[in-house]
Structures are given as C-alpha cells and as structure tokens.
C-alpha cells in the first residue's frame, strides 16, 4: 500500500509540474516564427528584426528580415568584436551601415550574400530596404538609473555596446508605462536584460522575480510581442525569444511586470511612443 502510494504521488507531483499554467490574453501581436539562434551570441540580432518584423506586420506591411546577413556584415566590420555580441542598439548602427536583407535572401549563415533584395517586384540595394524597413532616428533605446538626472542622455556602460550608444534616462514606473503603452499601441518592442535570476523558467515559460535579487546584468534580448493576466490577474509581457519552440509555449516567455521591473537594461522602442515625455516642459 506504501509504494502503492508513492507511485501515485509522484505520477501526481509529475503532472503537476508538467502542467500548463493559464493566461488570459490581453494583447498579441503579429510576429514571425519563432527563430533558433543555436549557440551564436546573436540574441540581440533576432530580437531588434523580431521587432522590427512586429512592427511593420501591424502596420499591414508584411516582412520577414534575415539575421545570416547581420551576423555577416558583423564579421565584415572591422570594430565587431569576434564573440559576435552587441546589444539590441547595434543592431540599428548595423543596419544603417550595411543594410539589410528579406529573410529568403539569405535564409542561413552558409547561405551566398546577395547582392540586391526583392521585394513585392522592386530591386532594392541593401541599403535601400534597410532604410524601407527602419528609417534612421525611428527607434530610441530608453533605460532606467538612479545615478543620472531623469530625461538626460547616458552611455551604456556595458563591453557589448561598441558601437557607442546612448539611453534616455526615464524614472523605472515611466519605463514600464512606455513599454506597455507601445505594446498595446501594436508597436515593435525589443527588450534587453538579465535573465540570470531563478525566477527565469524558460522549460515553462515564465519569468517571475524571484525572493533574492542580485545585480542586474545585461546577458539577453527577446522581443515583446504581448500582455497578459494569469489567475490571480497579475500583469505580463509576452516576450518572444529566440531559443526555438521547445517549451511549453512554443517559443514565448510571460514576464511578470515585477520582473521587468527589476532586471530591464534598456528597451528600445519606436520614438514617436515617447513624444508625451519628450514634450514635457522643462
């Protein structure tokens, strides 16, 4: 009878943990499928075209970017680290250099460079559509500290940013309300940080803060594709990563709000979503 009832305890801790937890779906954005970076250090390339991609699907503008090309022009560019990081800012330096290419123009890293991009019967340089898919000045990174004055400029100071970028300082509930209102806006949203604390369960797909926290360190980008509420009605980000579809929701992460909170480097979203704080007097 003993062993009788272990087995059927551990069938039902088993279940349990197997479980799907539920979420009611506030907001979803269009995104393309979820891609596999592999062992690369290329998170920031997939999540700043994933949001990028998100962004011109909501605007009814279809268009599926390659990461083969970036991670080329990275072992082109003669300041490029050779681990191949960067942050979700260099991504837009990248493409402002070198252009930018339709996923099936270069669909993988052994694939040949091409030398035009098509789309929708017009020849594009690279540069050409890069400038079609991302103007330059249409994105802001944004970031929250306490050791610069509110709505100034700072350096991020991190080894991957070599390409020298700059946050706009904003107070961290200010942060979390600019991201949220562009992701209910239907806007491409990329965001940057530290996925290095226990509450990070990607097998489940959820991210909560969890007991004790550390330093925030600056080690992944996903994009944000949504918001939703579990049970209890408490507020996520639906992130979507780039690790592949093998997790319990297939490629996508819910971020609890406190999460967020706690471990954000930066998020870098579409300028126009900031213009009511960068109006406000002075």
Wanted: charged share 20%; hydrophobic share 35%.
């Amino acid at each position: 009878m003993k062993q009788l009832f272990c087995i059927i305890l551990t069938l039902f801790l088993v279940a349990c943990s197997q479980r799907k937890e539920q979420f009611q779906i506030e907001v979803l954005n269009s995104y393309t499928p979820v891609k596999q970076q592999g062992k690369s250090a290329s998170c920031w390339i997939y999540a700043m075209l994933s949001a990028i991609e998100t962004e011109h699907i909501m605007r009814g503008d279809s268009v599926e970017l390659s990461t083969a090309w970036i991670e080329a022009m990275m072992r082109r560019d003669p300041q490029a680290p050779r681990n191949g990081r960067g942050t979700a800012l260099t991504l837009l330096h990248l493409i402002n250099r070198y252009g930018i290419v339709p996923h099936h123009a270069m669909p993988t890293r052994n694939s040949s460079l091409p030398r035009w991009a098509f789309m929708l019967g017009i020849t594009y340089t690279p540069l050409e559509f890069a400038h079609s898919v991302c103007a330059p000045q249409e994105y802001i990174g944004i970031g929250a500290t306490d050791e610069q004055p509110s709505y100034t400029y700072f350096k991020l100071d991190n080894p991957d940013n070599w390409t020298g970028d700059s946050l706009w300082n904003v107070p961290r509930d200010s942060l979390l309300a600019l991201t949220e209102r562009a992701v209910r806006s239907r806007h491409g949203v990329c965001w940057e940080g530290d996925i290095s604390e226990n509450g990070f369960d990607w097998k489940h797909g959820v991210a909560r803060p969890s007991l004790i926290g550390g330093s925030t360190t600056d080690d992944h980008c996903m994009a944000i594709v949504g918001i939703a509420r579990d049970s209890e009605g408490q507020p996520y980000f639906i992130m979507k990563n780039s690790w592949g579809t093998e997790n319990q929701r297939k490629g996508l992460i819910f971020m609890h709000f406190d999460y967020f909170l706690r471990n954000t480097v930066l998020v870098v979203l579409p300028k126009e979503t900031t213009q009511c704080l960068q109006n406000r007097p002075n």
